[in-house]
């Protein structure tokens, strides 16, 4: 779904760039390409926390490198700052991940490394599930599977965009099933005593009617709430 990796001038971002991030801002995602490949991850996450200390940081991993490395550098991290969270991308449940992800046993991988870092002490977790037209039927099986491990879920519907993602073709998510399997996690969501988790049912209506081309429910704020940074 991203071609980010076939970028040919990729050039990596040095930390002392972070430095010059706004103090104002409020959530920064450490994204990639896949971040627990840079070595110095630390020292960009200390840049990050020095630039804009109020920022909630949260750091976006396929969870296909070393368990073990992760789990050491999150609790070298977590040394200076435990409000660090960690998005795992798991895209389907079992041979459905492992296809899209092209790796056989990446969701075995992934659900190790969540138990893992929950041994290990670390609650800012969530599981991060990109729709496509060949997972949308594991939609709410993987959101269950959130709640069993008792972590965050989230969602987007894949984009296309050739100067970011490097991609602008993907076939339709079906939207019939979508809309069933946004229904079964409105009806969870709106069970609870939460108001979080009711917001998070307005949300999934949301993605349905994006997915069947009837646009936002909300007008878009990028440039105004929010910004994307290259390197």
Not at 36 to 59: G, H, M, T, W, Y
Not at 134 to 150: I, Q, W
Request: net charge neutral.
């Amino acid at each position: 779904m991203c071609n980010i990796w076939q970028t040919e001038d990729a050039v990596d971002l040095d930390a002392s760039l972070l430095e010059k991030l706004p103090a104002s801002l409020k959530y920064v995602n450490l994204s990639g390409g896949e971040p627990f490949l840079r070595k110095d991850l630390p020292e960009l996450v200390a840049a990050v926390n020095q630039a804009s200390p109020r920022a909630e940081i949260i750091i976006s991993t396929n969870a296909l490198v070393s368990g073990k490395r992760i789990r050491e550098t999150m609790a070298s991290i977590r040394k200076k700052d435990d409000r660090i969270g960690l998005a795992i991308s798991i895209d389907g449940m079992g041979e459905t991940h492992d296809r899209i992800r092209g790796i056989p046993g990446a969701f075995d991988k992934a659900i190790d490394v969540i138990k893992g870092l929950r041994e290990d002490g670390m609650t800012n977790l969530r599981i991060a599930f990109t729709v496509v037209d060949e997972n949308v039927k594991d939609y709410y099986a993987v959101y269950r599977l959130s709640r069993e491990l008792g972590i965050e879920f989230t969602s987007a519907i894949a984009q296309g965009s050739s100067h970011y993602f490097r991609n602008t073709r993907f076939s339709p998510v079906d939207a019939d099933v979508l809309k069933d399997q946004l229904n079964q996690v409105a009806s969870s969501e709106l069970a609870t005593a939460k108001p979080k988790r009711w917001a998070r049912a307005y949300f999934n209506r949301g993605l349905y009617l994006f997915a069947r081309g009837g646009g936002r429910p909300l007008s878009c704020r990028a440039a105004d709430d929010f910004f994307f940074l290259s390197p």
